[in-house]
Nanobody, 120 residues
Framework: QVQLVESGGGLVQAGGSLRLSCVASGSIFSINAMVWYRRAPGNQREVVAG???????NYADSVKGRFTISRDNAKNTVYLQMNALKPEDTAVYYC??????????????WGQGIQVTVSS
């Protein structure tokens, strides 16, 4: 059974930084893209950043220049370095791996979510 577990969230003042991590565990053969989403109170879930297995990245306009996504394929881990945080970055952040190849075949997996709160 594949699981995605996020860590690194918390409370930070505006202008501060946090680094989120998401580790995929289980009988994994390979993982294609990995994506960070977030959902703020009263809002729909939105894509924050994504990264392919080859390292190609893309970002939401709202976080470009402030957030950096990276991954360690050997550790099945994706990171989200968040700098210059703003109160509007407050949300629950979710890790997603839309196509994980494991003993269960290719499947889409999600983490449980982790709270990031930015105070003004």
């Amino acid at each position: 059974q594949v699981q995605l577990v996020e860590s690194g969230g918390g409370l930070v003042q505006a202008g501060g930084s946090l680094r989120l991590s998401c580790v995929a565990s289980g009988s994994i053969f390979s993982i294609n893209a990995m994506v960070w989403y977030r959902r703020a109170p009263g809002n729909q879930r939105e894509v924050v950043a994504g990264i392919t297995s080859g390292g190609r990245t893309n970002y939401a306009d709202s976080v470009k220049g402030r957030f950096t996504i990276s991954r360690d394929n050997a550790k099945n881990t994706v990171y989200l370095q968040m700098n210059a945080l703003k109160p509007e970055d407050t949300a629950v952040y979710y890790c997603n791996a839309p196509r994980v190849f494991s003993d269960d075949g290719p499947r889409d997996y999600w983490g449980q979510g982790i709270q990031v709160t930015v105070s003004s």
